[in-house]
C-alpha cells in the first residue's frame, strides 16, 4: 500500500462521508482527503474545507458563490457539482474515490472514475442496481478495482477473497428485516411516516430506511451481489437475521461456509474498503457473543413484504427493468416521505410502472437515462392521479 493514499469522498456531508472522515482521522498520515462533494449541507462542507483543505470541492450551485466568498480560493477549487463532478472523480492524484451520495446520480462520476483506473468504494447502491452490466464491464476494462461498502457486500467481498469463483456455491444475504418484521401487514399503512423511519439496527438516510421497512433495500442488494460477484440470482439466498451481528455469509462447494461478524457500524466496512487489503486497528470493539446469546435466522415472507419479490422479478429479467425499479421506487419513497401515498402504495405504483416496461437489453449509458426520465415521470403521473 502507498504510504499516502488520495481520498475522495462524494457525499462528503452525509453519514458515510463523516464516518470516512472520522476513520482518516485515525490515520492523519496515512490518508490525504483530496476532494469532498455536496448538495445541500453548505456549512458542514464549509468546516470540512477549513479542516482539510482539499484542492477541489463540488457543491450544488446555491452553494458556490458562498463558499467562494468565505474559503480560501488559492488552496481550495469550487466546482458545480451537478455539472462538474466527474473533473473531481478524474484528478490525477486520486486513489480512492468513497461514494457516499445517494441516487442513480452516482452513476456517472463512478463510471468515469473507473475509466480513469481508479479504484471504487461504493456506498451508493443505485448505480450498480441501474447499471452494474455497464459498470462490470467497465472495472474490467480498465482494470480498476471496486471495493464495496455497503455492509452485506463488504462482508460477501470479504469471503470470499482469494477463493476462485468456480468454488463458490451459494450466498447468504443477510437482513435485519426492518421495522416491520413484527407488525401485520393489514396494519402497515397505520404506522406513521416517523415510525416507519425507526429502524432496529442502522441509523440511516429515510430513503434506506424506506426500502428497509418494504426490504426493497435487500431485494437492490440482490441486484448489487449479482453483478459484483457475478451470481445467479438462484445462489442468492435472504435471509432474516435481525441482530445483524452476521452481514452476510458464503457458501463454498465442500459444504463450508464464511460468515462476516462485526458491530453494527458502517466505519468497519468503510475501514476496509480504505485499508485494502489491510486490516488496520479501528477503536471499534468486537461481537460480545457473551451479551448476545443468540442469533436467530427465518426466511422472508414474500407474502408480506412483495416488494422483495417484484426486486427479484426485476434482477432475473434484466437489462432496463431494474432501472426502472430504482427509479419508480425512489419517487414513489419520496411521495410516502411527503405523505402523499401510503406506504402498502408505494408497491402499488412502482409494480404498475415496471410492468408497464418495455425492457431494452444490454443498456448503454444514454439509454439507462432515458429509462430513468420515463420511470420517473410514469411513477410521479400515478401519484398525483
Ligand atoms: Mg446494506
Excluded at 470540512?48 to 470541492?57: F, L, M
Excluded at 470479504?158 to 426492518?178: F, M, N
Excluded at 449479482?226 to 438462484?234: A, C, M, Q, S, Y
Aim: net charge positive; aromatic share 8%.
Amino acid at each position: 500500500m502507498k504510504a499516502v493514499k488520495n481520498v475522495v469522498i462524494l457525499g462528503s456531508t452525509g453519514s458515510i462521508g463523516i464516518n470516512t472522515l472520522k476513520i482518516i482521522d485515525r490515520f492523519p498520515n496515512r490518508f490525504k482527503v483530496v476532494a469532498l462533494t455536496a448538495y445541500h449541507n453548505i456549512q458542514l462542507l464549509k468546516e470540512q474545507i477549513d479542516k482539510y483543505a482539499p484542492s477541489h470541492v463540488a457543491v450544488g450551485s446555491s452553494g458556490i458563490d458562498y463558499l467562494r466568498n468565505r474559503i480560501n480560493g488559492q488552496r481550495t477549487r469550487v466546482l458545480d457539482v451537478t455539472t462538474e463532478i466527474t473533473q473531481i472523480v478524474t484528478l490525477p492524484s486520486v486513489d480512492i474515490v468513497i461514494i457516499g451520495m445517494r441516487g442513480s446520480v452516482a452513476l456517472e462520476p463512478f463510471l468515469v472514475a473507473l475509466q480513469n483506473g481508479k479504484t471504487v468504494a461504493p456506498a451508493n447502491k443505485e448505480a450498480i442496481v441501474v447499471a452494474g452490466d455497464l459498470i462490470i464491464r467497465e472495472a474490467k476494462k480498465y482494470n480498476a478495482k471496486i471495493i464495496p461498502i455497503d455492509s452485506e457486500q463488504s462482508a460477501i467481498f470479504q469471503c470470499i477473497e482469494g477463493r476462485p469463483r468456480s468454488e463458490l456455491q451459494k450466498v447468504y444475504l443477510t437482513a435485519s428485516g426492518g421495522v416491520l418484521q413484527d407488525v401485520p401487514r393489514a396494519a402497515f399503512d397505520r404506522l406513521s411516516v416517523k415510525r416507519i423511519l425507526q429502524h432496529p439496527r442502522w441509523k440511516m438516510g429515510k430513503k434506506i430506511t424506506v426500502d428497509s421497512a418494504s426490504l426493497m433495500n435487500k431485494g437492490f442488494e440482490i441486484i448489487e451481489a449479482k453483478w459484483l460477484f457475478e451470481l445467479n440470482i438462484d445462489d442468492i439466498e435472504v435471509v432474516i437475521h435481525p441482530e445483524a451481528i452476521i452481514h452476510s455469509m458464503v457458501g463454498f462447494k465442500d459444504g463450508t461456509i464464511l460468515a462476516q461478524l462485526g458491530v453494527t457500524d458502517m466505519r468497519l466496512p468503510i475501514q476496509y474498503a480504505l485499508t485494502y487489503p489491510q486490516r488496520w486497528e479501528s477503536g471499534l470493539p468486537q461481537v460480545n457473543f457473551f451479551d448476545l446469546k443468540q442469533l436467530t435466522f427465518r426466511r422472508p415472507n414474500l407474502k408480506k413484504f412483495p416488494s422483495l419479490a417484484l426486486a427479484i422479478y426485476t434482477a432475473r429479467k434484466g437489462g432496463t427493468l431494474p432501472c426502472v425499479l430504482n427509479a419508480a421506487d425512489e419517487e414513489a419513497v419520496e411521495a410516502f416521505l411527503n405523505k402523499r401515498i401510503s406506504f402498502s402504495g408505494i408497491y402499488k405504483v412502482v409494480e404498475k410502472v415496471v410492468l408497464k416496461h418495455k425492457i431494452k437489453e444490454n443498456p448503454m449509458l444514454k439509454d439507462i437515462q432515458a429509462t430513468d426520465q420515463w420511470a420517473r415521470e410514469e411513477t410521479k403521473r400515478l401519484v398525483f392521479n
